[in-house]
Every structure is written in structure tokens, then in C-alpha cells.
């Protein structure tokens, strides 16, 4: 039952937009805050112990990378399940769960690294980041799939932008907060904070946010009106997936590519980039708080970056200056061959004789900064082709692009083990990441579309109209009308 106007609110789809931003804030915060902080929970054990090293852990490069990077199997598991589930019972019950089980994780942390003691290898931390990732995979099919459902087609890219730029925000906070509070409070308390703030958020997540326009009980019928007319082609109960159609679907198949290609990118420099800075240049980062300052800048800038050309880019396909195929190929090879250039100068220019730190954070920076596009390109793509199944299809994308995030990160350990602080031990490492980055921009730039996929609706050729209104979402709206489906 709708409560009387003069106690609902003007604009429900923000607020849902502002607890997905701070959501996805602490998501990235607990996932990547053990990059940096296990600098600081380590010592080099080629040489005797200090005092003040007796109780830091005696770990390679190699169970470094292991800790932070077997999240990333745990990343693949409930992708697709995960997905589906949100369109089914809803995405708030997805991701707040999610979320619940990851900060518990995250709490234990530091009781499982002790497990063992400082010098076996710390299988037990390893096990607690595996199921921190299987808790974490169903938030980003979640997500989209909320937003096929509250983000009208005028506002898809912003709002979409606003809530997983989240991520950049968290990468900042896990990045240079960690770096801060490890160095004032301990590496212990660092996780106990963090793990313990996220249950603010949850709270609030709870009481103020809702699955569908529908079922909320402050929104407005202005903003019931608003968001129906943006969703033609969404259903209000999603129908049964067309597993054949979306698998061979080019328009899904250029999407899973930028996917992997992407997160091949983005997760090796978020893992990979606190090493390199700490390996090559150990001078200048020998304090943990300039190291999660150097790490936390690029993703500080894709941040501002990915809100700039979400806003560039819904105005370009609100004047219809570029169609949303044109916008979505546009910042999805800025947000791939931009890094990819910045590798490449990198690998061209940097020798261990010089290895040019100012050059070194600029290129960096520019490349993370271009990632940003990222979130107007293919990350809100499943939204245009097929609303009715975006979390399902982001879900099975971001399954194959998790790949990466343990993959990647095995592969330069393979290189840069045996001496970390080599620079041209690290060229194969960038040369793999380009080739990757460049050829998935082709791909997408040939098969990539921003229209309804006609398997979106598997009704479609049976009827051009609405006439059963019940089993679309446009809300409870006043003096209903027949509607055309958009096609």
C-alpha cells in the first residue's frame, strides 16, 4: 500500500544511487586493503629479524601474490548464480548478504594469518580470501541488474557510473587509508576497522532501499512515471533466459571480451601496481602512507574521469549527437587503448639505470585515469541489449573477466620472482596486458550493439503492444494507457 504524497520522497532512484556508491566503496575497500597492508605485515628473511620484525610474517613475492590474488577464484563462483538470483528475488537481498558475509571475513583476517605462525605458508588466509571473493561476485550482477530496473534509459550511465565508481573510491580508501591506518593503528586494527564499518552501511542499505519502483513505499508517482517511460522494454517479472540466443549473440560475446580484457588490465595494476612502485623505487616508497598514496592517485583521478564521461556521454545520446552503440564503442576503446599506449611508453622508456619515477607515476595515473570509461562503454552495455536479463548476462561476462584476477597475476609472478626489482623482467608482463587491451578493442568495435536484442523478449514476435500490463514494470501509473514496446 502507497503511503499518503506527504510522505514519500521526490527522488528514490538517487538514494538508491548514493547507498550503491557508498556499498561499492566498502567492497573495494575490503578487497584490495591486503595489498598494501601485507607490505607492512612482512619482512625479508634473507637477513636476520629486528626486534621490531620478530612478529612479521616470513612470506615470498610468490604467497604475497597468492594472498592477494586467490580472491580472485572465489570471484568466479556465484557470477552467474548471482545474477539470476537478483532478477528473481531481487538485488537488495543479493548484495546486502554479500556484503554481511564479507566484512565478517574480513574481521578474521587477522586471526587466520596467525594461524600457523610467521613462517608457514598461510593457508588459512588464503582460504578466507577465496571466500571473501565467492561472497563479493554477486554484487556487480546485482547491481545491474537493480539498475535495468530503477535507471531510465536518459540517466543509465551516470546513475550506473555514479554507483560502481564506488569501486575507485574503495580502491582509494583500501589503497591510502590502509596505508595511514597500518602505519598509526597496526595492520590488524586496520582490518577490524574497515570490517566493522561496512555493518553502518548495511544498516542503512536495509531500511531505505528497495528492489523496484515498484515496491517502494515512498516513491512518487512523478518519479513512478519518469522511470517507466525510460524502461520499455524491462519486464516486471523476468521471464525464463534464453541460454541459447544470448550465447550466440554477438553483441554478448563482444561484451565478455571487454570484460576479460578489462579486468586483465585493471586487477593486474591494482594487485601488481603497490609491488612495482615498492620493488623499483624502495627509497622513495619506504613509508607505507606514500605508497597507498601513489596507489590510491590513479584510481582518485578514474574516478573524477569515469563521472565526467558518464555525464559527456548521456548527454551525447540525450541530443542524439552519437547513438548509444557509438557512445558505448567510444568508451570502451578509450577505457582499453588508452592504458594500453601508456604500458607501451613505459616498457619503451623505463630501464633499470633510469627508472624515471616521475614518468613512471604519470604513465600510471593516465593509463588508470582512461579506465574510467569503462562504466559508459560494455559495464553498462547488458543494460542496452537485453534489461530483462543484465544481471544474468553481466553475471556470466563478469565470471569469464574474474579469470584474469588470478590469472594475471600468476603470470607476472612467473616473470618478476626471481627478481622483482628488475624492471625488464617486468616487459612481458605490459607487453600481454597491451596485446590483450588493443585486439579486445577491436572486437568490440565490430561486434558490439546498443540496441534491445530481439531474444530480450521472447514474446515479441507475437504481439508490437503492451496489452497485459501487469507483466511490465511501469508502475502504478495514473490514467494507464496501451504502450508500444520499443524493439
Known amino acids: 500500500m502507497l503511503l499518503p504524497s506527504s510522505t514519500r520522497l521526490p527522488a528514490c532512484r538517487y538514494i538508491l544511487v548514493g ?20 607490505k607492512r605485515m612482512t619482512r625479508n628473511c634473507s637477513i636476520n629479524a629486528t626486534s621490531e620484525e620478530e612478529d612479521l610474517f616470513c612470506w615470498d613475492s610468490k ?39 564479507t566484512a565478517i571475513l574480513t574481521l578474521f583476517i587477522p586471526l587466520a594469518a596467525r594461524v600457523g605462525g610467521t613462517v608457514q605458508y598461510p593457508y588459512l588466509l588464503v582460504v578466507i580470501r577465496v571466500l571473501m571473493g565467492v561472497c563479493e561476485s554477486a554484487t556487480f550482477p546485482g547491481i ?5 530496473r530503477w535507471a531510465p534509459s536518459s540517466e543509465r550511465s551516470l ?30 586494527n586496520t582490518f577490524y576497522i574497515q570490517g566493522a564499518s561496512t555493518f553502518v552501511w548495511l544498516f542503512l542499505w536495509i531500511i531505505l532501499v528497495f528492489d523496484t519502483p515498484d515496491s517502494h513505499p515512498f516513491i512518487t508517482d512523478k518519479e513512478k512515471v519518469l522511470i517507466a517511460q525510460g524502461l520499455p522494454a524491462t519486464k516486471k517479472i523476468s521471464p525464463p533466459v534464453p541460454w541459447i540466443s544470448i550465447l550466440t549473440s554477438m553483441p554478448f560475446w ?22 612495482y612502485l615498492d620493488e623499483v623505487f624502495p627509497e622513495y616508497m619506504e613509508d607505507a602512507t606514500v605508497l597507498g598514496l601513489w596507489t590510491a592517485i590513479p584510481y582518485t583521478c578514474m574516478w573524477i574521469s569515469s563521472l565526467v564521461f558518464a555525464s559527456l556521454c548521456d548527454l551525447m545520446i540525450r541530443k542524439k549527437w552519437l547513438g548509444v552503440t557509438l557512445s558505448r564503442k567510444f568508451y570502451t576503446v578509450l577505457s582499453q587503448t588508452g592504458p594500453a599506449i601508456c604500458l607501451l611508453i613505459l616498457l619503451l622508456s623505463v630501464t633499470n639505470e633510469k627508472p624515471q619515477l616521475t614518468l613512471t607515476l604519470a604513465l600510471f595515473t593516465t593509463a ?20 530483462n536479463f543484465a544481471g544474468t548476462i553481466l553475471g556470466i561476462t ?52 546498443g540496441e534491445p536484442q530481439p531474444w530480450n523478449d521472447i514474446q515479441q514476435e507475437e504481439f508490437k503492444t503492451i496489452k497485459d500490463e501487469e507483466s511490465y514494470d511501469y508502475g502504478t501509473l495514473p490514467n494507464k494507457k496501451e504502450k508500444a514496446v520499443e524493439i
Open 19 to 38: 547507498l550503491g556508491f557508498l556499498g561499492f566503496i566498502f567492497n573495494y575497500c575490503l578487497r584490495v586493503n591486503i595489498n598494501v597492508v601485507i
Open 63 to 101: 604467497t604475497q601474490i597468492d594472498v592477494s590474488s586467490t580472491f580472485f577464484y572465489g570471484y568466479v563462483v556465484l557470477q552467474i548464480p548471482g545474477g539470476r538470483l537478483a532478477e528473481i528475488i531481487g538485488g537488495k537481498r543479493v548484495i546486502g548478504l554479500s556484503m554481511a558475509l
Open 144 to 148: 545491474t541488474s537493480m539498475m535495468a
Open 159 to 188: 546513475m550506473t557510473t555514479l554507483i560502481m565508481a564506488g569501486s575507485q573510491v574503495g580502491t582509494i580508501a583500501g589503497f591510502f587509508l590502509s596505508g595511514i591506518m597500518v602505519d598509526n593503528v597496526g595492520w590488524e
Open 254 to 275: 563482444a561484451i565478455l571480451v571487454a570484460n576479460f580484457s578489462n579486468n586483465w588490465g585493471f586487477h593486474l595494476l591494482m594487485t601488481e601496481l603497490p609491488q
Open 368 to 387: 588508470v585515469t582512461l579506465q574510467g570509461g569503462l562504466y559508459s562503454g560494455w559495464i553498462t552495455n547488458p543494460q542496452d541489449i537485453a534489461p
Open 398 to 449: 563478469n565470471a569469464c573477466g574474474a579469470v584474469p584476477g588470478f590469472v594475471a597475476n600468476q603470470i607476472a609472478a612467473s616473470f618478476i620472482n626471481d627478481d622483482p626489482q628488475d624492471v625488464f623482467l617486468w616487459r612481458p608482463v605490459w607487453i600481454i596486458t597491451c596485446t590483450i587491451l588493443v585486439c579486445s578493442s577491436i572486437f568490440y568495435s565490430i561486434f558490439a550493439s
